[in-house]
């Protein structure tokens, strides 16, 4: 291939990972052709199967050295679940003790568990002692 079309393809597929919902795959196999094309522009001239396995190489080699890096720098964690221990949610049904309903808590609906020894009311504050994954863990507010 011409040193122009592997930086229009390059270009092509990092076009596509603006179309795809955020994999981080596409963007590193675009990165490698266009540098397969610009290694072919300043006249490092190999066969066209050497090429394709310089893209092949270096696609899977930035995949499994800086995709992770990506997503974490894209996508900070969730640790914003640690924040919402002490706020106060409202369950939308009667929660036994130690069963597990739903309760609304700024404004969206999560599982919660009851901690405490007695019911939980429907519309009762709670307060939330723990968060173990998407589950609430609610005693009543005094």
């Given amino acids: 291939m011409a040193w122009w079309q592997w930086i229009l393809l390059g270009l092509a597929l ?3 990972e603006l179309a795809t ?19 072919s522009l300043v006249g490092f001239v190999v066969p066209a199967w050497f090429e394709w396995l310089m893209f092949s190489i270096g696609s899977v ?6 995709r992770k890096r990506l997503i974490q720098l894209w996508q900070p964690g969730t640790s ?9 949610a409202l369950p939308l049904e009667t929660i036994r003790p130690g069963a597990i309903g739903r309760a609304e808590l700024r404004g969206t609906v ?33």
Wanted: aromatic share 12%.
């Fill in 80 to 88: 914003d679940i640690d924040s919402l221990v002490g706020e106060t």
């Fill in 21 to 39: 919902p955020g994999g981080f795959y596409l963007i590193f196999f675009g990165i490698s052709a266009i540098l397969v094309g610009l290694t």
């Fill in 110 to 142: 999560w599982s919660a568990r009851n901690a405490h020894d007695g019911e939980l009311a429907r519309g009762q504050r709670a307060r939330v002692q723990r968060v173990d994954g998407l589950t609430l863990y609610l005693v009543p507010e005094r």
């Fill in 61 to 66: 080699v930035m995949l499994l050295f800086f």
């Fill in 14 to 16: 990092s076009a596509l």
